[in-house]
């Protein structure tokens, strides 16, 4: 990948508060259902966040700065694939590095585990989101037509890990 992770979470820094991970547990969902409703236009409803939790391939990590929950990322690995469903950081913590931090874990989780795809749709709107997925290798696919509501398409996009690996 070129970056650690632990070099992503002291630019993630803000203060002499570190940025560590942990996993979501259920008394976690008013949090981050208010980074929920604060980052999207159709927001995931608390019962789809209850649900991934009980679902034995899907995790979703939290980012906390002290004990606040200032992001998260939810994905699912199956077999040697890892689909990215959701990741949000809260507006005011925005561009200080922790969706960097957030995707740089899963990167580091996916070469751990052997995992030869991560994949994630993305709206084709969200300029930052792309240019951060296309810092880590991630291509477009494709797009999925009117997959967000409203209408708004989706761009699929993917990063072939034992590919690049193969080549470095």
Known sequence: MGVSLDSLVSVARRGAEPLRFVPMRGEDLDAVMEI???SFPEPWTPGLFLHELKVPFSKTTLALR????IGYICRWLVGDEIHILN???RPEARGGGIGRALVALVMEEAEESGVALI????RRENHAAIALYQAFGFTERGVRRNYYARGQDALV???????SAAQA
């Open 36 to 38: 929920e409703r604060r």
């Open 87 to 89: 990741i949000a950081v």
């Open 157 to 163: 996009m993917s990063c072939e890990l034992r590919a």
């Open 66 to 69: 002290g004990d606040e929950i």
């Open 119 to 122: 994949t994630l749709e993305v």
